[in-house]
Protein backbone atom coordinates (compact mmCIF):
# COMPACT_ATOMS: atom_id res chain seq x y z
CA UNK A 1 0.00 0.00 0.00
CA UNK A 2 1.30 3.49 -1.15
CA UNK A 3 2.39 5.85 1.94
CA UNK A 4 -0.37 8.79 2.14
CA UNK A 5 2.28 11.70 0.58
CA UNK A 6 2.55 8.77 -2.52
CA UNK A 7 -1.67 8.94 -2.79
CA UNK A 8 -1.60 12.48 -1.96
CA UNK A 9 0.64 13.32 -4.44
CA UNK A 10 -0.46 11.13 -7.33
CA UNK A 11 -3.89 12.89 -6.84
CA UNK A 12 -2.46 16.13 -7.06
CA UNK A 13 -0.83 14.75 -10.09
CA UNK A 14 -4.23 13.89 -11.73
CA UNK A 15 -6.23 17.11 -10.91
CA UNK A 16 -3.44 19.06 -12.94
CA UNK A 17 -3.91 16.50 -15.77
CA UNK A 18 -7.18 16.44 -15.62
CA UNK A 19 -7.69 20.42 -15.35
CA UNK A 20 -5.08 20.13 -18.24
CA UNK A 21 -7.16 17.87 -20.63
CA UNK A 22 -10.21 20.38 -19.90
CA UNK A 23 -9.16 23.95 -19.94
CA UNK A 24 -6.70 23.41 -23.28
CA UNK A 25 -9.05 22.20 -25.83
CA UNK A 26 -11.41 24.98 -24.53
CA UNK A 27 -8.62 27.35 -24.84
CA UNK A 28 -7.76 26.11 -28.85
CA UNK A 29 -11.25 26.89 -29.54
CA UNK A 30 -11.41 30.18 -28.41
CA UNK A 31 -8.23 31.04 -30.20
CA UNK A 32 -9.20 29.29 -33.67
CA UNK A 33 -11.86 31.60 -33.81
CA UNK A 34 -10.16 34.18 -32.93
CA UNK A 35 -10.04 37.03 -35.99
CA UNK A 36 -6.19 36.76 -35.10
CA UNK A 37 -6.03 33.17 -36.19
CA UNK A 38 -6.50 33.26 -40.09
CA UNK A 39 -5.53 35.72 -42.99
CA UNK A 40 -7.06 37.23 -45.46
CA UNK A 41 -7.10 34.74 -47.80
CA UNK A 42 -8.09 31.76 -44.66
CA UNK A 43 -4.78 30.49 -44.23
CA UNK A 44 -3.08 30.10 -40.28
CA UNK A 45 -1.36 33.18 -39.05
CA UNK A 46 1.80 32.69 -36.76
CA UNK A 47 -0.79 33.58 -34.24
CA UNK A 48 -2.91 30.19 -34.31
CA UNK A 49 0.29 27.99 -35.15
CA UNK A 50 2.10 28.95 -31.99
CA UNK A 51 -0.96 28.76 -29.82
CA UNK A 52 -1.59 25.47 -31.97
CA UNK A 53 1.55 24.06 -30.58
CA UNK A 54 1.62 25.76 -26.82
CA UNK A 55 -1.57 23.65 -26.43
CA UNK A 56 -0.24 20.60 -28.28
CA UNK A 57 2.54 20.51 -25.73
CA UNK A 58 0.63 20.83 -22.55
CA UNK A 59 -1.50 18.21 -23.47
CA UNK A 60 1.46 15.91 -24.35
CA UNK A 61 2.42 16.93 -20.18
CA UNK A 62 -1.03 15.98 -19.39
CA UNK A 63 -1.18 12.77 -20.58
CA UNK A 64 2.35 12.02 -19.06
CA UNK A 65 1.53 13.58 -16.11
CA UNK A 66 -1.83 11.39 -15.34
CA UNK A 67 0.68 8.08 -16.72
CA UNK A 68 2.78 9.46 -13.81
CA UNK A 69 0.40 9.64 -11.53
CA UNK A 70 -1.80 6.09 -11.85
CA UNK A 71 1.88 4.60 -11.88
CA UNK A 72 2.51 5.97 -8.43
CA UNK A 73 -0.47 4.55 -7.64
CA UNK A 74 -0.66 1.41 -8.36
CA UNK A 75 3.36 1.00 -7.38
Not at 31 to 56: I, K, M, Q, W
Amino acid sequence: MPDAVGVVGAILLLVGAAFSLLVWPAFLRRVANDERSRDAHGRPTRFLTVHVTLVAIALVIAVAQAAVGVWWLID
